[in-house]
């Protein structure tokens, strides 16, 4: 008998709500890894950097950066949809929401649990959002549609683009570690892992790899 994961969340109604949770845990997880003060990921130092320089707080330095990265899809013409636009007001409420919560902690041991949970919440949330397939979060969307319009490589334009922000952001002071590095090596596996099963599929795709049904 096959034990593989086979998606339940195929019925429509159950999108919206895996999305926004999805989009929940994404800035819980921010902040676990803000917390840590072991690294973040390449957008993360970048939104930590200039938050630092503004003075404004973490969750609305990532939505004015989101906004910002939304007009680029102008010229790349992207569409964006009701993901795209709930990953900017969500995730940047849920992480300033987190981290006012969060404790600054000073011992080691519990920073690298704080690192760690980060960096695997953070897989989960990806497959949790990106698995709703109601559209891209502008950080992606900039990858893919510079793809699209280039013709260069996926993994070339998110290189590019992740090494581009994570300069910019070490520049101005965000903090870049172990933290950076564990997630860069895990973050791609983690949602791996989780996607199969959290991801939708329509009835069409059920059919397919499920016959019986």
Known sequence: MDL???????????RLPQLLGGLVLYGVSMALMVRSDLGLDPWDVLHQGLAQRVHLSFGTITAITGI?????????????GVGTVANVVVIAVAVDTALAWLPHLSALAPRIGLMVAGVVLNGLATACYVGA????GPRDGLMTGLHARTGWSVRLVRTGIEVTVLATGWLLGGTVGIGTVLYAIAIGPLAQLFLPWV???DEREVMISDPAR
Do not use: E, F
Not at 68 to 80: D, F, G, M
Not at 133 to 136: D, E, I, K
């Open 199 to 201: 991801a939708y599929r």
């Open 4 to 14: 593989s994961p086979v998606s339940v969340r195929h019925r429509p109604a159950t």
């Open 133 to 136: 397939r109601l559209g891209p």
């Open 68 to 80: 910002t990265v939304l007009l680029a899809w102008i010229p790349l013409r992207q569409r964006p």
